[in-house]
């Protein structure tokens, strides 16, 4: 017999596993950062698609001046401005509200959105019946009283809350 075997003594335990849950501290701080980057890369990528919209139009119509002042044309011109100010009236509000109307109420919801009168009642007036127009039309507006109109208007205008793919302007390249 040895020493000792007859005293009553238990087996070796172990400590219980380390549970996953609830994580330590660093990890927490962690998951904060990861949360936090990837909340801010988000907000971004948002605020840039607002953003985007805008841009393009104001380039469209930079395009549209740029292409007068080379050709001459009145008749494109008034025609693009009404095409363009009909496109960008789509994309910054809801398609239903914009599409279908014509003549004075669409110049009425162009003031409406830009609180002015200008469209009804001047200038702007052009822009219902210039896509209607034949080819051997004379324009006696003032185009660039009417370009400061539709420039005034675009910068009046609210970014659009939510913008997917479908709502993309491209920029419109003129043939020489």
Same mark, same amino acid.
């Given at each position: ?31 904060? =950062? ?20 805008? $841009? ?26 009404? =095409?363009?100010?009909? $496109? ?16 004075? $109420? ?7 959105? =830009? ?45 659009? =809350? ?9 920029? $419109?390249?003129?043939?020489?």
């Amino acid at each position: 017999m040895m020493p000792g075997e007859d005293l009553p003594l238990r087996d070796i335990h172990l400590p219980d596993p380390v549970n996953w849950w609830p994580p330590a501290p660093g990890w927490w701080l962690l998951l904060a =950062a990861a949360a936090l980057i990837l909340g801010s890369i988000l907000l971004l990528v948002f605020l840039r698609k607002r953003r985007r919209l805008k $841009r393009s139009m104001k380039a469209e119509l930079v395009a549209l001046r740029q292409h007068y002042q080379q050709q001459h044309d009145r008749l494109q011109l008034v025609q693009s401005l009404s =095409a363009l100010m009909r $496109r960008a009236c789509i994309s910054f509000y809801p398609r239903q509200n914009a599409a279908g109307l014509t003549g004075d $109420r669409w110049l009425q919801y162009l003031d409406s959105t =830009a609180q002015r009168k200008e469209f009804e009642h001047g200038t702007g007036r052009i822009l219902a019946t210039a896509p209607y127009l034949p080819t051997s039309s004379k324009i006696d507006t003032d185009l660039d009283e009417l370009l400061a109109l539709c420039e005034d208007w675009l910068k009046t205008q609210p970014y659009p =809350a939510s913008l997917t793919r479908r709502h993309r302007v491209p920029i $419109r390249h003129w043939p020489d």
